[in-house]
Every structure is written in structure tokens, then in C-alpha cells.
């Protein structure tokens, strides 16, 4: 076992307050709510490569930014107090933003990708929200009184695997799954 990012760790390979990490074939990125930022490390080696953002509401800065993940060239962030997801570079250069429309995102707490969509945890809207990944759009929500079979009444974490959509429901001790894709 080894430790990345640890109090040993040069200063700026340093993590503050971690709460999300993600991994593809060369790097691991953690996102870190204690100063907002996020940090990208060498997958290999464990090496720090750099670090980004800072605290703010512009593009490239984050007020809590939480769950994040890795896919291709780019990174989405859940950018909790912004209300909304950021996808960027992984130098952190900024590409779009997903869910800052007028009430889509309440606090985004995680995000899950497959090919097509992005699913985003808001867990204080008690909701999932399912996005184009590739411009955006909106597409549809699965809340729990909406008769769908999903029951997670604040939804916090996610993952996605053979189809399915895995939800952790940080207020009851379960996992809720669906099917993923446009027609949950």
C-alpha cells in the first residue's frame, strides 16, 4: 500500500480536506473542499503533477467541489455551493458548464459518466439529474416519487457498471439501482 498526497508530501502535492478521486489509464485526481481545488497525480508513480482552481464563482474556481470524474481529455467536477458541474481540461483549463441553469442543480455531490450521459447525485434536491455528456443538456431527473422504483431519499454518491446506476442513499442504509441511460 502507498500513500498519495499525504502530510509528507511536498507542499503543493499536499491534499486538504479530500473528498473525490478519480482514475483513467495515466492519472488519479482528487478534489479537495478545504481551499477549493484539485489536485492530479501521476496513476503510475503517485507523482504530483499539478494543482488547479481556487476558491470562487468564476470558471476554474469552486466553492466545494466534491465528486469529480475522468473521461478522455476531460474532467467534470460537481461544484457543490456553485450549483453545478465544470467540465474542464485535465490542465484545468475550462471547457463548459453543465446544470447552472435556474434550479437544475441544487448541490451537486457526485457525477458518474458512461458513454453518453452524465448522471449527477443532488442530494439536496433529493435527486438524480442526467445530462448530455457531450453538450450539456439537460435530458431528465429519477426522484423517488416518481414512480420509477427509486428510493433514495438524499442521494450522495455514485457509480455506474454494466448498465446499472448505483446510488448510495446517505439518509437510509442502502444502495438504490436503476437502469441507466435517457428512458430511466
Known amino acids: 500500500m502507498r500513500s498519495i498526497g499525504g502530510e509528507n508530501e511536498e507542499t503543493d502535492a499536499r491534499l486538504h480536506g479530500p473528498v473525490g478521486v478519480s482514475v483513467d489509464r495515466e492519472h488519479l485526481a482528487v478534489s479537495c473542499c478545504e481551499g477549493d481545488y484539485?489536485?492530479?497525480f501521476d496513476?503510475?508513480?503517485?507523482?504530483?503533477?499539478?494543482?488547479?482552481?481556487?476558491?470562487?464563482m468564476g470558471h476554474g474556481r469552486f466553492y466545494g467541489p466534491c465528486g469529480l470524474a475522468l473521461h478522455g481529455q476531460h474532467m467534470?467536477?460537481?461544484?457543490?455551493?456553485?450549483?453545478?458541474?465544470?467540465?474542464?481540461?485535465?490542465?484545468?483549463?475550462f471547457v463548459r458548464t453543465i446544470g447552472s441553469a435556474s434550479g437544475q442543480l441544487v448541490g451537486p455531490d457526485d457525477i458518474a459518466l458512461d458513454e453518453d450521459f452524465a448522471y449527477?447525485?443532488?442530494?439536496?434536491?433529493?435527486r438524480v439529474q442526467i445530462f448530455s455528456k457531450?453538450?450539456?443538456?439537460?435530458?431528465?431527473?429519477v426522484r423517488q416519487d416518481a414512480g420509477n422504483g427509486f428510493r433514495a431519499l438524499r442521494p450522495g454518491c455514485i457509480a455506474l457498471h454494466g448498465g446499472g446506476v448505483y446510488i448510495?442513499?446517505?439518509?437510509?442504509?442502502?444502495v438504490s439501482v436503476f437502469r441507466g441511460g435517457p428512458a430511466v
Open 76 to 93: 467534470y467536477v460537481a461544484d457543490k455551493l456553485n450549483r453545478r458541474v465544470q467540465v474542464l481540461t485535465k490542465e484545468g483549463d
Open 38 to 40: 484539485i489536485s492530479i
Open 43 to 56: 496513476k503510475a508513480s503517485g507523482r504530483f503533477v499539478r494543482r488547479f482552481g481556487s476558491t470562487g
Open 134 to 141: 457531450d453538450d450539456g443538456a439537460y435530458v431528465r431527473e
Open 120 to 126: 449527477v447525485c443532488d442530494a439536496n434536491s433529493e
Open 168 to 174: 448510495v442513499d446517505e439518509n437510509n442504509p442502502r
